[in-house]
Each structure stands twice: as C-alpha cells, then as structure tokens.
C-alpha cells in the first residue's frame, strides 16, 4: 500500500495517545516513566515540541502538542517511544515490541475544547483510582503547570498563555485550578472516548472542515455530539490513527495531516 500525502497544518494541536504492546505494564516503574519524561524533553530541546500537557502512566501515555513546524511530532515521537522503548529492552533483557504499532492523534479545536482536553488529561489518574487528586500524581504535567520548573521543564507555559490569550503565569494556573476543581465535583470516574478514540473534536463548524479536508476519507466516519463537544469518530480501531496507512508507525515518512488551512474559512 503507498504511503499517504503529508499537508503541513501549522498550530494545530493534537491529543496524542500512545499503549504499550498488548497494554501490558511496562511502564510500572518510576525509573521507566521518568525516562519517558527525560526522552520528552530531549525532543522539546532537539526538534522544538512544543508541549503542552503530557502524562505517563503504567501502561500508556497522553500528550497534548502544537503542531509547530513539518515532522516535528513524528520526529519527536519517534525519539521518545524509541529510546524509552530501547532502554527497558536492554535493562529486562527483553526482547520483542514495547508499544502498540499505531499511536492515536485527536485534532483538538483551540477553545474550550482545549480546556477540556487539558482536565482530561490531568485526572486520568484520578479515573483509574491510583490517586483522588492530580497533585498527588508526580510525572504529569498538572504539577509543571502549576509549579513550573527552573529547569528541564516540558510545559511550554508561554504557548498555553498565548492559547487562551491569558497575559500571566498566576492567572492561568488559577483557571487551571479551577477547571480542574470544578470537573472533579462531576463523574470523573467515566471513561470520555471521544478525547482518546476520534479524529478530531471541536465546534461543529471544525469538524465540517476535517470532513472537507478527509474528502473520501471521512466516508463512513461518524459524527456525534456529546458534552464534550461534537467528535469525527474513527469507522473502525479506536487506536488507528488520522495519519492512515496499513502501518502507522513512529516513522515521520509514513504519515499525514489534513490541511485544515487549505479549506475556506465558515
């Protein structure tokens, strides 16, 4: 099967979700998940990811980037699942696949949408029950967020600010705060399938440009509309991603984005 045509969408942010291989627990240690976090960063330094939230969990890992210049998250993906991957197998003596083959992508519209998208992913902890808060869950970028770090720091604080065109650090994590106090008084034990399993999610007026852009590749993809907002929804594996392809790998070659840009303005 050809590869799929790359477009270039500059500033979309995409909600990236990534399992270990058969969702076993590889990432049970803090050592492991703090070398994630290491990789993380070294892709912020060597290719500009420009981050936004992340969490790394025992078996899986949530990361909400900008799309800030070609082959920059495929490049960057490419560093930190493969390194992590690479220094586990050599530490276990292990041999064989860390991660799923396929790491899903969410185009997040930037507006309340994105605000939901950030508590999502701050109380995934909180939903599996390891913790009643995302405080107390160390490797997230909750806690960068509201206490940044002098050093080695992954949050680009400055790109949320310019986001939600906040003009300082202390008035943003107060609306952090309280965006994530607010969700946690509602049923944050569901699981929302629409952050981890769609295409993209936004206004209706965003998902009526992905389906322009997809052409007919939006053909037999669902629409649905929840609290969340309204979602394009995959037609068949929830961990397919919008980069198509037989094989979506962690290769930059081997993927695409719709050009959002390319569209007429609604």
Known sequence: MPRAHRHYIPGCVWHITHRCHKQEFLLSFEKDRKRWRHWLFEAKKRYGLCVLNFIVTSNHIHLLVVDTEEGVIAKSLQLVAGRTAQEFNQRKKRKGAFW???????????????????????????RAGVVTHPSEYKLSGFNEIQNPLKRYAVIDIKALLDLFSIDNQERFRREHRHWVEAELQADVKKRKSLWSESIAIGSEGFIEKIQQQLGLRAKGRLVVSEKEGTALKEASAPYNTLFEGKKSTLRPDNSYFVDLNASNSS
Do not use: G, P
């Not at 799923?100 to 701050?122: G, N, P, Q, S």
């Open 100 to 126: 799923e083959d396929r790491y899903h992508a969410t185009a997040v519209e930037t507006d309340e949408h994105l605000a939901k998208c950030i508590v999502y992913i701050d109380l995934n902890m909180v």
